[in-house]
């Protein structure tokens, strides 16, 4: 199970890097979609921490504060038998 939350994670970190955007990560309390979410969210922090790597696209403004567009990611489990 763990492996597959993992690729899960990795495929969505995939598209969001692709699209260069840091989502807002919604999901259900409990269960898979929690899981992914958490992983997610620790994913994407762990790349911003370092901007010089960071895989996302740089968006400064001309303050020098970084700025990025509002995605919405929302994370849902059904049960699969």
Known sequence: MS???????DGLFSVLVTYGQVPVIRTPKGGAAESIGEKLDKKIRDNLRDHRSSLFNDHSSSSGFRYFESTIVGVFSTTIT
């Open 3 to 9: 492996s597959r939350l993992e690729a899960i994670v």
